[in-house]
């Protein structure tokens, strides 16, 4: 007896000096917690093409997602920070985990990476999985914006005026199954030539009235990184399975760095396809491919209330080699060359007012020639998120983007590749108290060759669903948009959003109509289109 309470008095020591222990520690970190409620409640329809099977979401949806920081601040030479994220979560879906019974099956973590600074320096790291934008200016980020990605971000000031930025990031790698033979020997070996690293240099540039941050980015990619993501042995994944949980890279990663096709969307073969009985695919001439990106981005506001941005961006994709693609008239063509590379210019002029600021912005951005032979001519991109507009664009639209009643509007809208627009807009009006409206015009048309469409999948397959890089828009194409995005703060922690929109379908029903009919029997012989728009009503509290 005496044993057993010699015993229990040791365990209660015991669990009591951990404690006291544990408070010790944590007396030394404070420990500091942020949040952010979205509710969102959308009425709409986003396709833009027509044809058989065109109403494949729901007009309505319902949608919530709740974010919680927790920062661990040792010193102002050390912190880490952790993001958890729950949802989306659409009303009433199971899979999200707003169905009966909920189940909060949702719950991810979002970002979580360590702040230091290196003793004795100015030098600070930033190191884990962490959001990034590239430096940018008029309209955000063509290259990369506002996505979560692992590596290492380290950044130095060397005077008031100028500062270097270096950093590694790794978005891809060890998620390469392996695919087999017909014969069930192994094509290529498992968890091989599957990473794409990026590594990159930033010097920001700051004067006074002037800001320039010139910046390079290099990648290498290998040649299984694309291959099975998501998917079971055997073939390629298509650019839909390319998914992460929140969407932030799946999809434009795939389309954008033009891996399935030189434009993205054409019906490139890339894996194994049977073709009059001999098993042929996409012939890989390295194991290797590069990628390289250049951006110059200028904010001037010496001229104040004048604010003028403009940006130079290139972009450049190695490929693999040749491939087999289809030709509407002629049937399987070789020689397709799977490489990208392409500029993109824009600008954004502001006059800042007391009821608001007005402005005019535009973009140009090069388009395929029409010869498969010498690659895509549009700019590729890992993640674009251009925020010009609020529909086909990010602007204001970070939380809709996995929304089911957007019905395939996500992160591949949001590239200006092959495309030309010019826009007016008057944003931040405020007439009455804690009431702001924001209100777009834009006109977005196509640089690409109007020859490209006999090399599509389908008559639809331009209006960027299904994973697909888009809107794809030659010189006979265009949309009109039309965005009032409004916000009313209720409280200082709660603001309700109210953005209706409509896209005006231009596209050339003659041009497409040479596109390739691969869905007869469903009805879907003909290129048809309609008019998009939506309604959306969004509640967000932070603290």
């Known amino acids: 007896m005496l044993n057993k309470f010699k015993k229990s008095c040791l365990v209660v020591m015991l669990a009591a000096g951990m404690l006291l222990g544990a408070n010790v520690g944590a007396q030394a970190v404070d420990f500091k917690a942020k949040g952010e409620w979205r509710i969102a409640f959308g009425l709409g329809n986003a396709q833009l093409k027509g044809g058989h099977g065109v109403q494949k979401h729901d007009l309505f949806g319902a949608t919530q997602r709740l974010r ?16 958890f994220e729950i949802g989306y979560q659409d009303w009433g879906n199971a899979g999200s985990g707003g169905a009966l019974g909920a189940d909060g099956i949702q719950v ?12 004795e320096t100015d030098l600070k790291l930033r190191m884990g999985i962490q959001n990034v934008t590239l430096p940018n200016a008029a309209g955000g980020s063509s290259i990369m914006g ?134 042929r695919g996409f012939r890989h001439t390295k194991a290797y491919s590069s990628l390289f990106f250049f951006g110059l981005p200028i904010k001037v506001t010496a001229f104040d209330p004048i604010n003028v941005e403009f940006e130079f ?24 060359d799977s490489s990208r590379s392409g500029w993109l210019i824009k600008a954004l002029v502001e006059y800042k007012m007391d009821w608001g600021v007005p402005g005019i912005f535009g973009w140009y951005g090069s388009g395929d020639d029409g010869d498969i032979k010498n ?7 890992i993640k674009a998120n251009q925020k010009f507009t609020s529909f086909t664009g990010a602007a204001g639209q970070d939380f809709y983007q996995n929304s089911n009643f957007k019905g395939g509007f996500n992160e591949t809208m ?31 048309g196509g640089t690409n060759d109007p020859s490209m469409v006999r090399y599509f999948r389908g008559a639809g397959d331009w209006a960027g669903t299904d994973g697909y890089e888009g809107p794809y828009l030659t010189k006979n194409d265009g949309l009109v948009e039309f965005n009032l995005d409004n916000t009313y703060k209720i409280y200082d922690n709660l603001q309700v959003g109210f953005d209706l929109g409509y896209i005006i379908n231009c596209v050339d029903k003659g041009t497409w109509n040479h596109s390739r009919r691969w869905d007869a029997n469903a009805g879907d012989r003909h290129f048809s289109k309609h008019d998009a728009w939506k309604a959306q009503l969004t509640f967000n509290y932070t603290f």
Request: with cysteine.
């Open 68 to 83: 919680l920081q927790l920062d661990a601040v040792a010193s102002e030479n050390l912190s880490g920070r952790v993001w």
């Open 108 to 119: 991810k973590v979002k970002n979580a990476y360590l702040d230091w600074i290196v003793p």
């Open 414 to 444: 949001c590239s200006l590749a092959g495309t030309w627009g010019v826009g007016l807009q008057v944003r931040d009006m405020e007439f009455l108290e804690d009431l702001k409206h924001t209100f777009r015009v834009a006109y977005i």
């Open 146 to 279: 506002a996505t979560d990605i692992a590596g290492i971000t380290g950044s130095y000031q060397f005077t008031d005026e100028v500062g270097l930025t270096a950093f590694w990031y790794r978005p891809v790698n060890d998620n390469f199954n392996g695919s087999t033979k017909s014969n069930g020997e192994p094509r290529y070996d498992e968890h091989y030539l599957d990473n794409i690293d990026l590594f990159g240099l930033a010097v920001p540039l700051s004067f006074e009235g002037v800001e320039v941050t010139p910046w390079a980015m290099y990648g290498m990619m290998g040649r299984n990184a694309l291959y099975n993501y998501n998917t079971s042995k055997g073939g390629l994944g298509r650019a839909a399975t390319f998914n992460t949980p929140d969407g932030a890279l799946g999809n434009s990663l795939f389309a954008n760095v033009g891996y399935q096709g030189i434009a993205g969307n054409l019906d490139i073969h890339n894996g194994t396809r049977q073709l009059n009985g001999a098993r």
């Open 313 to 336: 961006d290139y972009g450049y994709f190695g490929g693999f080699g040749k491939d087999y693609v289809w030709n509407y008239r002629r049937g399987f063509a070789k020689n397709a």
């Open 375 to 381: 690659g895509s001519e549009r700019m590729p991109s």
